[in-house]
């Protein structure tokens, strides 16, 4: 996603559909119980950080 992001001049911003997993649709950085951290939370602190 960043990646694509980066290749694509007309792609202005991304945006995160949700912090917290769980549910019918878990796309989140972090786990149900909002204490586990998913792989891809470190790739998008990485990519904010800079």
């Given at each position: ?24 649709f ?11 951290l ?11 950080a800079?």
């Amino acid at each position: 996603m960043l990646r694509l992001a980066r290749l694509s001049p007309r792609i202005e911003r991304l945006y995160i559909y949700s912090w917290t997993g769980g549910g019918s649709f878990d796309a989140g950085l972090t786990g149900a119980n909002s204490t586990s951290l998913r792989p891809a939370y470190q790739v998008v602190r990485d990519a904010l950080a800079g």
